[in-house]
């Protein structure tokens, strides 16, 4: 059996940082996965749908602009962005695993299992390491209701060659308000059917209900508090039935998608041969990222119970895990303000905490909350729903949540989560003179100075 310092699964950017760093240390590693080498965010999340998104974004400020100095019609060919899109993925699996073959990592297709605390089979391969990380990351959580193999999911969609007309998102959170702007400034009918009582339930309730807004005016139909029993049918005659204030009700799409959240995907993993904890939101791991119940295992990125599921932290996650692994555990996972954006039309953002977390925690802090359609910056190009929410501590004087919504916001929200960090003031941050115009230089507006 081929004994190694580290074993890796998973080659998203978690298990690639780690590898990479075990490696360039001296370490022998070996890395697997069962889908092509690469990860979920560059092949099948993040990169692929900011593609679609940038068209579709084309699409809304060219109707938003129409009369005031734009003239005709775009449309978007769904075909011919597909393959814009494939320009991009396509390479990402042979570009990875030349990257592992350069640096010596030795690379293993195919499902992994444990078959003890420390061994591994892959295939007709049986492997033995001093560690072991599992950074497989997440799949569609399964929904328990007849006929859910009818639904595809995120990576289904982006792999659509043809954009049905009619599409029904199932659950109401950052796949589903995603894939509705680019479906729908595409030219398809999109109904949201979510669960719960608002939609994108960890942001801004204010932003949020401004985002609906945005988005009826663009036809999408939104349907709160339903409770979604069955899909029906077959390929591109779908039916949804659910329940909705105690009634029964169906609709019809040629496309459902699943965008009812994910779970740390361990299924295949045999995970109690190695003895490894897991909990509802993954592998239940200590502050250095090591596996509570076995220490020869790390987890790290989507898989892991801590932080957010989002690419930054799968990185940062990796860098600790494979100092840790390297050095001995000395590096804790850190509690830093982690930005998020929906990139919807106009774009969702933010960072730290909302009114009602500053709120339940007792904190004193300035909330001050404005709509900004008539600023400048949204008047220039037309943008009708713009606003921002900023939370700034009355005794310290630092910034604890911002949010924002308008074009422009995942570059902003990137300049609070800095002044976070570092505990720049808002009124130093108020104070740095920033280019102007831009969507920055209106930072000084949305703090209480
Ligand atoms: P989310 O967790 O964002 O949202 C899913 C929503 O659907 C939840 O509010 C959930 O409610 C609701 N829901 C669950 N089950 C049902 C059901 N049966 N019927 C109707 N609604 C239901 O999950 P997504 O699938 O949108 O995205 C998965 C993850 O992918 C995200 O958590 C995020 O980490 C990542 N992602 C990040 C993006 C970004 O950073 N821009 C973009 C896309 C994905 P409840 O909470 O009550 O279960």
Redo the contacts with the bound molecule.
């Keep these: 059996m081929p004994i190694f310092d580290l074993i890796v699964i998973g080659t998203g950017s978690a298990g690639a940082t780690v590898a990479k760093a075990a490696r360039e240390a001296g370490k022998k590693v070996a890395i697997i996965d069962k889908l092509s080498f690469g990860g979920t965010c560059s092949q099948r999340?993040?990169d692929p749908?900011k593609v679609l998104v940038g068209a579709a974004e084309i699409i809304a400020r060219s109707e938003q602009m129409s009369g005031k100095g734009i003239s005709g019609s775009s449309s978007i060919d769904w075909p011919d962005l597909m393959r814009f899109k494939k320009t991009f993925t396509d390479p990402v699996p042979k570009q990875t695993e030349i990257k592992f073959a350069d640096l010596d990592i030795h690379a293993f297709h195919g499902a992994a299992t444990f078959i003890s605390a420390n061994t591994i089979r892959v295939g007709d391969d049986e492997l033995e390491a001093s560690h072991i990380v599992i950074a497989t990351g997440q799949r569609p959580k399964p929904?328990g209701i007849p006929g859910e193999e009818l639904l595809i999911d995120s990576t289904g969609f982006l792999e659509l060659a043809e954009l049905p007309r009619e599409i029904i998102m199932?659950?109401?959170?950052?796949?589903?308000f995603?894939f509705a702007h680019i479906a729908a400034r595409a030219g398809a009918k999109v109904t949201i059917?979510?669960?719960?009582k608002r939609p994108l339930?960890g942001f801004d309730t204010d932003l949020v209900k401004l985002l609906v807004k945005a988005m009826e005016a663009i036809g999408i139909q939104i349907i709160l508090e339903?409770n979604?029993t069955a899909i029906e049918g077959k390929e591109n005659n779908l039916t949804v039935r659910y329940t909705h204030q105690g009634k029964s009700h169906s609709i019809s799409a040629k496309l459902v998608v699943h965008?009812?959240?994910?779970v740390a995907d361990v299924a295949e993993l045999d995970l109690e041969k190695a003895g490894v904890d897991v909990g509802k939101k993954g592998v239940t791991v200590n502050e250095y990222l090591q596996s509570v119940s076995n220490p020869v295992i790390y987890a790290c990125g989507d898989v892991a119970d801590k932080g957010?599921?989002?690419t930054p932290m799968a990185s940062y996650e990796g860098s600790i895990v494979a100092d840790n692994i390297l050095n001995g555990n000395r590096k804790t996972y850190q509690d830093n303000p982690v930005p998020?954006?929906?990139?919807t039309i106009p774009t969702l953002a933010s960072v730290g905490l909302t009114e009602e977390q500053a709120k339940s925690q007792g904190r004193n802090v300035k909330v001050t909350f404005q709509e900004t359609a008539d600023w400048y910056i949204s008047r220039r190009i037309n943008e009708p729903f713009a606003a921002f929410k900023t939370l700034v501590d009355a005794d310290t004087n630092l910034i604890v949540g911002a949010h924002l919504l308008g074009s422009g916001s995942d570059e902003v929200i990137n300049l609070f989560t800095l002044a976070m960090k570092h505990r720049i003031s808002a009124k130093d941050l108020g104070d740095t003179l920033l280019a102007y115009p831009t969507h920055g230089s209106d930072l000084k507006s949305m703090l209480p100075i």
């Design positions: 999340g993040c749908k929904l199932v659950g109401g959170g950052y796949i589903a995603e059917i979510h669960q719960g339930e339903a979604v965008a009812a959240g994910r957010l599921p989002l998020s954006a929906v990139f």
